[in-house]
T-cell receptor, first 111, second 116 residues
Framework: QKEVEQNSGPLSVPEGAIASLNCTYSDRVSQSFFWYRQYSGKSPELIMSIYSNGDKEDGRFTAQLNKASQYVSLLIRDSQPSDSATYLCAFHSGGYQKVTFGTGTKLQVIP | EAQVTQNPRYLITVTGKKLTVTCSQNMNHEYMSWYRQDPGLGLRQIYYSMNVEVTDKGDVPEGYKVSRKEKRNFPLILESPSPNQTSLYFC???????????????FGPGTRLTVT
């Protein structure tokens, strides 16, 4: 079983809609979760981090964490064509720098 | 400007010819990591370093070496590159925040390596 599962997509949403990206993980001791955005040919950049169960909002982005069900999701409200990218979820466990990434979901926002 | 730099950005080499990819950060971060990214496999951690002279293996360390003699530099060494090491490589650094909270990573621009 993969440690992190993400639907590779592409996920296509019309401009202005809500994009919902999901990620499940298998490591029950995971403590920290991140969403990174990666444009084609570029390096990943952090957009959200979440450590506690529940929702965390930052502008148009909302991260949701449910440790009991072992999933983390990212909602993008009012999606824009500039949001078209691959979104990587990642988790960190323990006191070390071991970080596991999902394979990413490609999002396409259609104008 | 706070940044992580990598050199070279592109490299084509032949099997068995030793190479080094440099990584440097100017943010005084304690933690640094190397990743490779391959289609369908995502980002996989090769090695990481928690401080000067402290390194540990990630998920795919075979065929790679690292060193951390200075806080700002974390070079990746391929002693005898093989074609299966053709990949996109990213270096990342992380500030030392609250222990066990997890840390955001700042990535370099990437190095595209082709081994023929």
């Amino acid at each position: 079983q993969k440690e992190v599962e993400q639907n590779s997509g592409p996920l296509s949403v019309p401009e202005g809609a809500i994009a919902s990206l999901n990620c499940t993980y298998s490591d029950r001791v995971s403590q920290s979760f991140f969403w990174y955005r990666q444009y084609s040919g570029k390096s990943p950049e952090l957009i959200m981090s979440i450590y506690s169960n529940g929702d965390k909002e930052d502008g148009r982005f909302t991260a949701q964490l449910n440790k009991a069900s072992q999933y983390v999701s990212l909602l993008i409200r009012d999606s824009q064509p500039s949001d078209s990218a691959t979104y990587l979820c990642a988790f960190h466990s323990g006191g070390y720098q071991k970080v596991t990434f999902g394979t990413g979901t490609k999002l396409q926002v259609i104008p | 400007e706070a940044q992580v730099t990598q050199n070279p950005r592109y490299l084509i080499t032949v099997t068995g010819k030793k190479l080094t990819v440099t990584c440097s950060q100017n943010m005084n971060h304690e933690y640094m990591s190397w990743y490779r990214q391959d289609p369908g496999l995502g980002l996989r951690q090769i090695y990481y370093s928690m401080n000067v002279e402290v390194t540990d293996k990630g998920d795919v360390p075979e065929g790679y070496k690292v060193s951390r003699k200075e806080k700002r530099n974390f070079p990746l060494i391929l002693e005898s590159p093989s074609p299966n090491q053709t990949s996109l490589y990213f270096c990342a650094s992380t500030p030392n925040r609250l222990r066990d909270r997890g840390y955001e990573q700042y990535f370099g621009p990437g190095t595209r390596l082709t081994v023929t």
